[in-house]
């Protein structure tokens, strides 16, 4: 790395394994590196290893924690992270009081964006190196070995199933019509069309700093409607077992049993659902109930709007 010069450009993406706590700062870093990870396979799709020029560039990561790590943090003047170099094969690094010499490479210019993507990664390589990295290549699941016979796999057993599907008159069979209108039902009552529409993400933010639900009357995410979706399917399943179930129950501990249960199941969920409404829309509930009643204690657990 030390000297006037090199016979190869190298591209550094800095990395800082156990001295980082912010989670947020963490995952950035890691996400750069998976970046730098996809212009590195780039490269040597485009230039496979024996082909001319393939020795052109390097990329590498380098951790702190690792041995000597420290000091080349140092050496190269990376006082935080994340952080990203393109030494130039003409950049020339000498140690001077255990910093970077005056010959040496233009820092500011030399430094990757501090959160790149692959495509901005690759145009600041090619226009520091002058290299010609090729068409991005980022792979998918389309693109590994076991694909092709997986899917082809897959094909054959979706022909199989409804080739069953038929044979064995399962189109005629009632609870999956019954499964189909609870899915269906589930997906109108969460919003799933707005969130498909409004192209809504499912949640913001990561970890502990995730956010599920959307203040106010804004609009859902995905996993808010979701959830409230859950909460209004459990209320109508359990209703509709009190409404047919129950009555053709001819166990009297298993009706009572069932019954107490929808009941309870029912009271949850409902509350659930109102303090929800509430929540989103600012209404307030009035109940034309006792206070003494409203106020007692087995109430409390339930955080009902009132």
């Given amino acids: 790395m030390e000297g006037a010069g090199r016979p190869f450009a190298l591209v550094v993406w800095f990395m800082a394994t156990g001295a980082v706590r912010s989670p947020q700062t963490q995952e950035a870093i890691d996400a750069g590196a998976g970046e730098l990870q996809h212009v590195s396979r780039t490269w040597l799709k485009h230039h496979p290893p024996g082909s001319p020029g393939a020795e052109d560039v390097f990329f590498a990561t380098l951790d702190y924690a690792d041995e000597g790590g420290m000091e ?22 000498a140690r001077e009081g255990g910093g970077v010499g005056a010959g040496a490479l233009s820092v500011g210019d030399d430094m990757l964006p501090p959160l790149p993507i692959a495509a901005e990664i690759k ?42 599907f038929l044979a064995r008159g399962f189109l005629w069979w009632p609870p999956l019509y019954a499964a189909a209108s609870l899915a269906v039902f589930f997906f109108a009552s969460s919003g799933g069309m707005y969130v498909i529409i409004r192209k809504m993400p499912m949640y913001v933010g990561s970890g502990a700093n995730a956010q599920y639900f959307l203040d106010g009357g804004q609009g859902q995410y995905g996993a ?14 359990c209703l509709g077992m009190l409404t047919y179930a129950l009555p053709n129950l001819k166990d009297v501990i ?17 509350a659930e659902i109102m303090q929800m409404v509430v929540w989103k829309n600012g209404y307030r509930l009035h109940f034309y ?13 339930m955080k009902l709007p009132f």
């Avoid at 090729?134 to 694909?147: A, N, Q, S, V």
């Avoid at 298993?254 to 409902?270: D, I, M, N, Q």
């Fill in 224 to 237: 808010e409607g979701y959830y409230m979706g859950a909460h209004y399917l459990g209320l109508t399943f």
């Fill in 254 to 270: 298993g009706r009572r049993l069932l019954s107490y249960t929808c009941c309870a199941a029912v009271v949850y969920f409902l």
């Fill in 72 to 93: 080349l943090f140092t050496f190269l003047q990376i006082a935080s992270v994340p952080a990203g170099m393109v030494l130039r094969k003409d950049a020339a690094i």
């Fill in 289 to 301: 109930l006792p206070e003494w009643l409203l106020r007692h204690k087995m109430w409390q657990h």
């Fill in 123 to 164: 145009a600041f390589v090619e226009g520091r190196t002058g290299l010609d990295i090729g068409e991005l290549f980022i792979p998918t699941y389309r693109d590994h070995p076991l694909f092709a016979p997986a899917a082809a796999a897959a094909a054959a057993a979706a022909l199989y199933g409804v080739y069953q």
